[in-house]
């Protein structure tokens, strides 16, 4: 059974930072990417940061120069380090494991989803 899960969001002031966890299970992750995206009220879900099963990484423009997305010495976590956070990021961030790389970039994700992880961005 596949399980995903977020972690490490919260409230933090512009110019902050936060580092966000994703840890999956139950996925072939030898061939998979995982992803970042958020979604904040009133929007659709956009795509954050993307990394490739062999470290290929893909950056959204709003992310370009402040995150870094990673992935952990276990192939199943991934990271998302956030810095120079401002109010406009504000939004739910999630995780999506087990999704070929080119679907994260250029379609919607067949992987699994986690609950997601809250992070708001005080001015």
């Known amino acids: 059974q596949v399980h995903v899960v977020e972690s490490g969001g919260g409230l933090v002031q512009a110019g902050g930072s936060l580092r966000l966890s994703c840890a999956a299970s139950?996925?072939?992750?030898?061939?998979?990417?995982m992803g970042w995206y958020r979604q904040a009220p009133g929007r659709q879900r956009e795509l954050v940061a993307a990394?490739?099963?062999?470290?290929?990484?893909y950056y959204a423009d709003v992310a370009k120069g402040r995150f870094t997305i990673s992935r952990g010495l276990v192939k199943s976590t991934a990271y998302l380090q956030m810095n120079s956070l401002q109010p406009e990021d504000s939004a739910v961030y999630y995780c999506?494991?087990?999704?070929?790389?080119?679907?994260?970039?250029?379609?919607?994700?067949?992987?699994?989803w986690g609950p997601g992880t809250q992070v708001t961005v005080s001015s």
């Open positions: 990394i490739s099963s062999g470290g290929m990484k």
């Open positions: 139950g996925i072939h992750f030898s061939a998979n990417a």
């Open positions: 999506n494991a087990g999704s070929p790389y080119s679907e994260l970039v250029h379609g919607e994700p067949s992987g699994s």
